[in-house]
């Protein structure tokens, strides 16, 4: 049942993407990202009230934190939905395990002495294997765009995916500590929209428009229904099966972009979202057999 949270999670927010997409033309990051937090917030606080969930909590710290990495991530992501087809934002949003795959390479070979320790344990080289792949599928997937001088806003979406890796081991750990998914979406939409806020006070604030404005409303509803069923999902269900269940993400963003879009990603577009994907499954495997509690990933 917990496999089927993460289902919805990922159909959530890749229709959530397709909102931002079109917001996008009249809103600017900072102003989706408040929108998206204020009308979210409101939502949680009324879902608490109905399931009587105090919105209190003990650790405010790990709230912050997380709030902070989730809500840059989230800013970045959706610079890069405005300017990337929806395909390419989406996947490179969800290199996140290839990032945690290769911080555990990285420290590996930091804290590595060949005088005491002798050879690297035997898993560093497939992990280190699954990076190169990932990598490989960014390039890949980037060569359309720097063909069409997009080059800034991929690189902002490979940000976005760097930054949810640190979201997602935060969202894991409030899980563990025992923090309802209610307040955890909550903490993180407060978060939202007092960083859209402060970033609407540097870009500034676009003409209001109710026609346009009607896209904000299913995109916060959506967004906060991703991440509720996103929290619920990495907080009980099997972390290895929950963290490859997110890619499924990238084949509902892959299909809308078709469809609505009318995207044309090439043959080395989809072999190198195929890379990335297959990339991110071999790593949260690799690391699930050397640790069983670790962690998977988040939004």
């Known amino acids: 049942m917990q496999a089927l949270w993460m289902l919805a999670a990922s159909l959530f927010f890749a229709t959530m993407a397709v909102c931002i997409k079109i917001a996008s033309a009249w809103f600017n990051a900072a102003e989706l990202v408040f929108w998206r937090g204020l009308i979210g917030m409101v939502i949680m606080a009324l879902w ?12 405010p710290f790990m709230h912050a934190w997380r709030s902070l990495v989730g809500v840059l991530s989230l800013g970045a992501w959706f610079y ?11 996947t490179l949003n969800y290199m996140s395990s290839v990032w945690i795959a290769a911080f555990l390479v990285g420290g590996a070979l930091v804290a590595w002495n060949p005088r005491t320790d002798g050879a690297l344990p035997a898993r560093q080289g497939p992990l280190a294997l699954t990076v190169l792949a990932g990598f490989a599928g960014v390039v890949l997937m980037l060569r359309p765009t720097i063909e069409q001088h997009q080059v ?6 490979l940000l976005s995916g760097l930054l949810s890796a640190f979201a997602y081991l935060q969202v894991m750990a409030l899980g563990r500590i025992g923090e309802p998914e209610v307040r955890t979406v909550f903490y993180f939409a407060a978060g939202s929209m007092v960083a859209g806020a402060a970033g609407m006070l540097v870009t500034g604030v676009s003409p209001w428009d109710w026609g346009h404005a009607l896209w904000l409303l299913p995109m ?7 991440q509720w069923c996103m ?3 990495y907080s009980h269900g099997p972390t290895l099966l929950v963290a490859n269940l997110q890619y499924s993400g990238i084949v509902f963003g892959a299909l809308y972009s078709l469809v609505l879009f009318g995207d044309r990603i090439p043959l080395v577009g989809w072999i190198g979202m195929g890379l990335i994907c297959a990339s991110g499954i071999a790593g949260t495997v690799l690391r699930a057999r050397a640790a069983p509690d670790a962690p998977g990933e988040e939004h």
């Not at 608490?48 to 105090?54: F, N, Q, V």
């Not at 916060?220 to 991703?226: E, K, P, Q, T």
Request: proline share 3%; glycine share 10%; aromatic share 6%.
């Open 48 to 59: 608490a009230r109905s399931r009587r969930t105090s919105l209190a909590t003990r650790y």
């Open 80 to 90: 890069a939905i405005a300017g990337l087809p929806l395909a390419t934002a989406m």
């Open 152 to 157: 800034f806003a991929g690189l902002v979406g």
């Open 220 to 226: 916060a509803l959506l967004a906060s229904l991703g």
């Open 231 to 233: 929290t619920r999902a």
